[in-house]
């Protein structure tokens, strides 16, 4: 079977954060990156909100032009740093081929992020997603997406995600890290919210763009606004992933798309696991001053 090699493979260790074994051993080439002055990296936990703010940033980029925005499916428009797989363009090849001014997107942890970012002093969106949400769109991202380990029951991954196991490791170490490298280099970092962009897309829109420190019509904001919502972008083959081989994405064992909405933990987690996952995330949240909205 074509990708044979990555289905359903173990993750290996990255500097004791748990990654594809692909994507491994295209580290070299990552950890060499070199970024451009003008690069604006998109930095996420997977599952907190990517593709959503990848588009929104793209059509931005795009001066609104939604046709403009059809051109290619999000995953070539906003190439993914670190991904590497046999037999495609990786991550850092496709990104060498793309004029400026990038898009690029991580998911890698701040103390991983190749320091040719920091060194080009580049813009970086960071965007958080609260863990009850993450671990559940993550437990079905495991199941359509074949890289991953089979995830087990609901109940063995909650396990593996607390345990900071999964993909990319601890989601505490990650929101946690990039929050702290915020107060450090305050001027390069945003960072955002799903629940925020849930409640009020066209404050948060505003954000971006003041941080990018451009200005667009209202009309334009009106036009990013419709063409990302949630539903527009299910059905736009440019931004669901559908043209990503079934091979490697069964979009009949759940859509990428699949929800997007803040709470939906609540259909899932029995009151037990939800009291195990309370005390697990106060422990390991205990001193932060970074905190999340559960629903919206
Ligand atoms: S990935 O694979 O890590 O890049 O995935 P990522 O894009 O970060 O996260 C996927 C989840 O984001 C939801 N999504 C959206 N929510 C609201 N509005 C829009 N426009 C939108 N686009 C994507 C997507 O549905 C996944 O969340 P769940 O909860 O699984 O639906």
Redesign the pocket.
């Known amino acids: 079977m074509e990708h044979e090699e990555l289905i359903r493979q173990d993750l290996g260790s990255l500097h004791g954060i748990p990654l594809y074994k692909s994507f491994i051993e295209g580290w070299p080439q990552v950890k060499a990156f070199q970024a451009r002055p003008d690069d604006l990296l998109i930095s996420?936990y997977?599952?907190?909100?990517?593709?959503?703010l990848s588009?929104i940033m793209d059509m931005i980029y795009h001066d609104g032009d939604v046709e403009k925005c059809r051109r290619d499916a999000i995953f070539n428009r906003v190439p993914f740093l670190e991904m590497k797989a046999p037999r495609l363009p990786s991550g850092v090849e496709q990104l060498e081929n793309t004029p400026s001014p990038r898009l690029v997107?991580t998911?890698l942890p701040v103390q991983l992020l190749p320091t040719s970012f920091w060194d080009k002093g580049c813009k970086i969106i960071y965007m958080a997603r609260n863990a009850k949400?993450v671990v559940?769109?993550y437990y079905?991202?495991y199941q359509m997406a074949k890289i991953h380990p089979d995830p087990g029951t609901l109940a063995e991954f909650l396990e593996t995600f607390m345990a900071g196991k999964a993909a990319y490791g601890s989601w505490y170490d990650h929101v946690q890290g990039w929050w702290e490298k915020k107060k450090e280099k305050e001027k390069q970092i945003l960072y955002l919210f799903?629940e925020d962009m849930?409640k009020d897309p066209r404050q948060e829109v505003q954000k971006i763009l003041q941080f990018l420190g451009k200005k667009v019509a209202e009309g334009t904001v009106d036009r990013i606004l419709h063409h990302?919502?949630?539903q527009e972008?299910k059905k736009n083959p440019a931004a669901n992933y559908e043209t990503m081989p079934t091979a490697l994405m069964d979009h009949n064992l759940s859509p990428?798309?699949?929800?997007?909405?803040s709470g939906?933990w609540k259909n899932h987690f029995t009151v037990a696991q939800n009291e195990r996952f309370d005390q697990h995330y106060q422990k390991y949240m205990a001193g932060s001053d970074l905190h999340f909205q559960m629903e919206v």
């Open positions: 996420t997977p599952k907190s909100g990517t593709t959503w588009e997107k998911h949400d559940i769109s079905y991202f799903y849930k990302t919502s949630f972008m990428f798309l699949r929800k997007g909405i939906d």
